[in-house]
């Protein structure tokens, strides 16, 4: 997903550069969802990783 997201920042820039402001609006918005969802997931795992690796102490 983080990949996806860099592909339509570098479309977004682009397509800015060249003056397709349109495109580029659309894409920039579309990189920042998909950076955000990616945010999301990566703290979501990093959270489930840590829960699973604590040992559980106790007799």
Do not use: D, E, H, R
């Not at 977004?12 to 659309?26: H, K, Q, R």
């Amino acid at each position: 997903m983080l990949k996806w997201a860099l592909i339509m920042a570098v479309i977004a820039l682009i397509a800015g550069g060249l003056g397709f402001t349109g495109v580029a609006g659309a894409a920039a918005g579309i990189a920042k969802i998909l950076f955000f969802l990616f945010l999301v997931g990566f703290v979501i795992f990093l959270v489930l990783g840590f829960m699973a690796g604590k040992k559980v102490t106790g007799n």
